[in-house]
């Protein structure tokens, strides 16, 4: 069973930066076909970045440039730096694992909020 542990969500203002992070575990853990995702009042949950199952980062158009997506596999963990943020990046962000089965399993999600 694959568990997921977000956390480094918070209120920041307009043009500041954050940075999460998904801690897993489970069996035969890879950090591959691993990301993020984001759910804002009112919209679908829409992909925000990711590594897919050939390792390679891949982001949503909305922020690419801004938010970069890097991985340590020593400490089975996923990080999500976000700079320039905006208000419209508010949201519940989530950590996704999928398995070998494309089975998808979610963290338990940490909001971001971004207001001056």
């Known amino acids: 069973q694959v568990q997921l542990v977000e956390s480094g969500g918070g209120l920041v203002q307009p043009g500041g930066s954050l940075r999460l992070s998904c801690v897993a575990s489970?069996?035969?853990?890879?950090?591959?076909?691993m990301g993020w995702y984001r759910q804002a009042p009112g919209k679908g949950r829409e992909l925000v970045a990711e590594?897919?199952?050939?390792?390679?980062?891949n982001y949503a158009d909305s922020v690419k440039g801004r938010f970069t997506i890097s991985r340590d596999n020593a400490k089975n963990t996923v990080y999500l730096q976000m700079n320039s943020l905006k208000p419209e990046d508010t949201a519940v962000y989530y950590c996704?694992?999928?398995?070998?089965?494309?089975?998808?399993?979610w963290g338990q999600g940490t909001q971001v909020t971004v207001s001056s």
């Open positions: 489970g069996i035969t853990l890879s950090l591959n076909a």
């Open positions: 996704n694992k999928k398995d070998a089965l494309d089975r998808d399993y």
């Open positions: 590594f897919t199952r050939g390792g390679r980062p």
